[in-house]
């Protein structure tokens, strides 16, 4: 069938809006119409070259969706349903599924690492019949997308196609870290670093385990208002302060933060997190550098100061369960996701929403189907 879809062909280049060729879903295949798709950061950093994806390409992997029709041998959905799309669809057997680490799936990656889908071909052309990559087993940027059975998370109808997208990536990534990871206790001090779509969502999940301090770290200072109605209790900018971890120790009785949530995927922020945790606690990097980009600590700092570094990668637990966990606490008004939608737009503005993520916008921009 034909559908429309942003299309990348070069890097740095916007997205080409046009009509794409989708194949018919084939084994444990699913073809879905897209209800709403978030505008990730990830998204914009692949644009740009980050992790070198295959090209052409059709990004996007914060997504909802309604279930169209089904390849052989689907059991999980059918047709009518609305889903979530998980971008890390996990093959349930493999060592690290085994191991309960459904993100490290053996299967998924070898298939994300070489933009097909799991038997090692694409399902997308061009009308001229050239191969187009997948996107981690996403590519929301179209209307229509065959995506593997295993991605496909079914969702109560009621969840607004615009809330069920920003669960797919940015909320579960963020909150999982605050959760799962970092594993906030009640009463503790938390510090995190970059309040974008992915920070604002650790600050969230921080929130519900109730620490005592919540210090929200971003160089861009109209992140203090946004982070605040969040629920931060400080606010530190880079910029303004002569070194980071001592400002977070001076807020924390001279000793540094139980935990540290780093979203920004700036190495200089990842080193000010390690720095800004208390002996003994918590770092949790969960935003991702250029792959050619390092860190250094001090060597003698790693035994002596007894820190746990806990890498954090879609929330580091189950993210099937968790999409199910969080949409639990948003029902029982316990998240306040609606806070996190800001403007709305059709797929004909994607490069709009690249440019306004670019410039730092307070909330998620997320592309809305008809
Ligand atoms: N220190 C603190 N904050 C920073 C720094 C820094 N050195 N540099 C940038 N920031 C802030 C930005 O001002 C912005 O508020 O980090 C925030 C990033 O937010 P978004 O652009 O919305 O990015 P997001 O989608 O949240 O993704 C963050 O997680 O999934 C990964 O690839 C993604 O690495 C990216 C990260
Ligand atoms: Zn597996
Ligand atoms: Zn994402």
């Known amino acids: 069938m034909r559908t429309k879809a942003a299309v990348l062909y070069a890097i740095n280049e916007p997205l080409v809006i046009e009509e794409v060729e989708i194949g018919d879903p084939k084994d444990r295949e699913v073809l879905v119409r897209m209800t709403a798709t978030g505008v990730c950061r990830s998204d914009l950093s692949a644009a740009r070259g980050f992790g070198r994806p295959h090209l052409p390409v059709i990004l996007g992997h914060e997504a909802a969706a309604e279930v169209v029709k089904c390849g052989p041998g689907v059991t999980r959905v059918k047709p009518g349903d609305r889903i979530v799309l998980s971008w890390s669809p996990n093959c349930g057997h493999c060592f690290y599924c085994l191991e309960a680490r459904p993100t490290l799936c053996e299967v998924y990656t070898e298939a994300a690492g070489v933009g097909t889908l799991w038997d090692g071909t694409s399902r997308i052309r061009t009308p001229g019949g ?106 530190v900018n880079p910029g303004e302060v002569n070194d980071v971890p001592e400002a977070i120790r001076a807020l924390t009785e001279g000793r540094g933060a139980d935990y540290t949530i780093e979203c920004s995927g700036r190495p200089e922020a990842i080193e000010q997190a390690y720095h800004s945790a208390r002996p003994a606690g918590t770092v949790v990097p969960v935003g991702e550098a250029r792959k050619e980009e390092t860190v250094t600590f001090p060597a003698r700092l790693l035994p002596d100061e007894q820190k746990r570094i806990v890498g954090s990668y879609y929330g580091g637990g189950v993210p099937e369960r968790d999409f199910h966990q969080i949409l639990g606490l948003y029902r029982r008004g316990l998240l306040d996701l609606d806070a996190l939608v800001g403007e709305t737009m059709p797929l004909d503005r994607i490069n709009d929403g690249f440019r306004m993520l670019d410039e730092g916008v307070e909330t998620r921009s997320v592309v809305v189907f008809e």
């Open 130 to 235: 050239d191969k187009i990559h997948h996107f981690s087993q996403t590519s929301s940027f179209a209307e229509h997308m065959v995506v593997p059975e295993a991605g496909c998370v079914p969702i109560h109808p009621d969840i607004p196609a615009s809330i069920a997208a920003l669960v797919g990536c940015a909320v579960t990534t963020g909150y999982g870290a605050a959760v799962n990871d970092a594993n906030v206790r009640a009463g503790t001090n938390v510090a995190i670093w970059g309040i974008g779509g992915v920070g604002l969502n650790a600050l969230m999940g921080a929130k519900v385990r109730g620490p005592a301090m919540i210090i929200a770290v971003d160089v861009n200072p109209e992140k203090e208002a946004v982070a605040k109605r969040f629920g931060a209790t400080h606010f």
